[in-house]
């Protein structure tokens, strides 16, 4: 039961988990708990379930993939989607969110999370598997030009192989 996570009585499967995000208490004064919750893992319809593993020890212990600037682990057997994010008109942002993470849920509903990486960095990390060790700003903005401004030689034609042979003298 590899693919069986046990969080107190509850058994989840790990095809349910979206990701895992740190938990802080003082967001729920209401919770009074003698257990030291420091994660929340978050299933793919947004009901969550605290834990007592950090972020980075679940991601570790259930191959999940690590995105450092979010400090967020995500499951990566969910099809996950990438936007950029923009507020919406009315709509100010406590902080200085860069990209939408989407998901679809079991009913087909489209979820989602906004964060603080770049869209570039989160799909590396998140769809693609890479490693933040990989990129080359660890998700911040990069100054690199834009692929369309980059000019590239033009590429050399193979000689077609069912072409005539060269006569030989």
Known sequence: MNNVITIGKRLIPIEHIAFVEPYDPSTNPKLQSSRD???RIVLINRESILTEQTPHTFAEAHGFRVLEADQIATNPSIGFRV?????????????AFATRLLWRDRDGNDQSKLL?????????VVVRGETDAQLPTAGVASNLPDEST??????????NSAAEPIPQQ
Do not use: I
């Open 37 to 39: 919750y420091k994660s």
């Open 83 to 95: 936007e950029t994010f923009e507020p919406a008109d009315g709509f100010t942002p406590s902080k």
């Open 116 to 124: 603080l990486a770049t869209p570039e960095a989160v799909l590396a």
């Open 150 to 159: 980059v000019r590239r030689p033009p590429r050399r034609r193979q000689a």
